[in-house]
């Protein structure tokens, strides 16, 4: 998945005091000083989480807590603090996707409203960028980003946006590029002559492309593919059908009569998120799209 490189204003740091608080911790816990920053115990990834989001005045000495109303909102600065920060890096990457020409169409407010409410808890630096991104393209197009989809991405993890940018990798677009399938397999209508042959049914393996059934599985609970596979109609000999595989035309002509083909379509959210992904085709399975549906289609790129 690309991102693009990041402004280089200068970041916007927290107001946190910088408190050297003491956090004690069970004896036979304690390890030694010594261990390596780079690979600390999930006891110390805990407590510094905790200290983070100013949740550790428990672990401090009793003599050391400051009353826990205090703590509260000491708690509740530092979460405004973080959200307004998120969305300010979001706003600074945003710009830097948006033209300054002139645009007929204003986008809606209430939609923004509610972009701020669902980007405000993102501080992942890749996730912040895809938020941007989807900012940048709303505004430009007002409409290109529905609210589920918004609602939808608010879910996902950064190892499911990743799982996202792979699907797009291998995916097709129609010519008007509103529907995005992953063609799964190829097929001939059973007949009278090729009931048992071999050569009637052919599937394509998209574990090597990090899509196995268990990743698809993933994609569908995130509403991005519906994960009951679909054919085409039957395509007679002869005739072309014709995609766009991440920028590249791609022809599919049939061999045979009723021959089709199998795919696993894109949901609309899946679609629209899909925006987000800069068009990166994975050529090996262009490969093996070939290889496997030899028989059936005719395959040009």
């Known amino acids: 998945m690309k991102v693009s ?16 608080s003491v956090i004690t911790a069970p004896e036979k816990n304690t390890k030694s000083q010594t261990q390596s920053a780079a ?36 708690r509740e600065r530092i979460t405004h603090l973080r959200k307004q ?36 808890d993102v501080s992942n630096k890749t996730m912040q960028d895809l938020w941007a991104k989807i900012l940048a393209g709303e505004i430009s197009s007002p409409g290109s980003f529905s609210l589920k989809s918004l609602q939808a991405f608010k879910t996902m993890s950064i190892n499911e946006a990743k799982l996202l940018a792979k699907a797009c990798a291998i ?16 097929s001939q209508t059973p007949g009278l002559f090729n009931f048992f042959s071999k050569d009637r049914e052919h ?25 009951q596979e679909t054919e085409t109609a039957p395509i007679a000999a002869g005739e072309n059908i014709s995609f766009v595989f991440n920028g590249i035309n791609l022809s599919l002509k049939a061999n045979k009569n009723n021959s089709l083909l199998t795919f696993y379509k894109f949901t609309p959210i899946g679609t629209e998120l899909a925006q987000l992904i800069a068009d990166n085709p994975e050529k090996k399975y262009l490969h093996l799209l070939k290889q496997e549906t030899s028989s059936l289609f005719q395959v040009n790129y």
């Open 39 to 74: 690979n600390p115990s999930t006891q110390m990834q805990l407590m510094g989480l905790a200290k983070q989001f100013v949740i550790d005045g428990a672990l401090l000495p009793l003599e050391k807590q400051p009353p826990i109303e205090e703590r509260s909102k000491k």
């Open 85 to 120: 920060q998120n969305l300010e890096h979001i706003i600074q990457r945003a710009i830097q996707y948006c033209s300054d020409e002139e645009v007929a169409d204003r986008a809606d407010q209430d939609w923004f409203n509610n972009f701020i409410n669902l980007a405000e």
């Open 5 to 20: 490189k990041t402004s280089t204003a200068s970041p916007i740091t927290l107001s946190v005091e910088n408190e050297k």
């Open 171 to 186: 995916a097709i677009k129609d010519q008007s590029n509103k529907s995005m399938r992953i063609i799964s397999g190829a």
């Open 203 to 227: 599937r394509i393996n998209l574990s090597p492309f990090g899509l196995s059934y268990a990743e698809l599985l993933t994609l569908a609970d995130n509403h991005l593919i519906f994960i």
